[in-house]
């Protein structure tokens, strides 16, 4: 049976550059895995008072992140940091206490900029992130996609081949690690 690899985007940019790989990665997924791309777009700034509540968007969400077999993190940097929306998911997704639905999941990291360093510092922030929130993060190979603009075609298609490449490996790495840590 297919196993579900969800994938995360940090940004909320029409026209995304993260979006851009998430859709190659969706058209390109290692034999055996299916892809889902999870908008964490409508989730409401999380705040500790919903706890006791059923809010629908973090319950759909949650669950909707309890069903993957493993998860795929795809952001930019800001400020040298993960974007806000992507904390405030993985915040959402920790909560109510003992009921972190991140927990034992196979997890990976791209991380992508028109810059020169490929938003190490989101990338490793994330990491750390995921690292406390009990995400089996694959550390090799180390995905730093830098100078995006420059890898993709006039309708943002992904078309650098070399990139591709990197991320074919990439993905089939993470896949021999979802097998390995199962
Ligand atoms: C950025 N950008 C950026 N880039 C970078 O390499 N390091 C950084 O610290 C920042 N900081 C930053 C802050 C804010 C608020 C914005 C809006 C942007 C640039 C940004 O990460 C870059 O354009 C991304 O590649 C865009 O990715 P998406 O949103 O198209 O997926």
């Not at 985007?9 to 390109?28: C, E, H, P, Q, W």
């Not at 940097?77 to 915040?91: F, G, Q």
């Not at 360093?117 to 180390?142: D, S, W």
């Amino acid at each position: 049976m297919s196993k579900t690899i969800g994938i995360i985007t940090g940004s909320l940019r029409k026209n995304s550059f993260s979006g851009s790989i998430a859709d190659y990665v969706k058209n390109n997924a290692p034999a055996g895995y299916t892809v889902k791309l999870i908008d964490i777009g409508g989730l409401p700034l999380y705040s500790q008072d919903s706890d006791g509540e059923e809010l629908k968007e973090y319950t759909d969400f949650r669950n909707e992140v309890k069903a993957l077999d493993a998860v795929l993190f795809i952001t930019p940097e800001h400020n040298r940091s993960i974007p806000a929306a992507l904390k405030n998911a993985l915040d959402i997704g920790s909560r109510p206490y003992g009921h972190n639905v991140w927990s034992g999941k196979p997890g990976a990291v791209i991380s992508q900029s028109p810059g020169g360093i490929g938003g190490f510092g989101a990338n490793h922030h994330l990491r750390q992130v995921l690292a406390f929130l009990n995400v089996l993060t694959l550390a090799q190979p180390e995905a730093y996609i830098g100078a995006y603009h420059t890898l993709i075609d006039e309708n943002g298609v992904l078309s650098n081949e070399g990139t591709k490449g990197f991320i074919d490996e990439f993905l089939a790495a993470f896949a021999a690690w979802i097998e390995k840590v199962a």
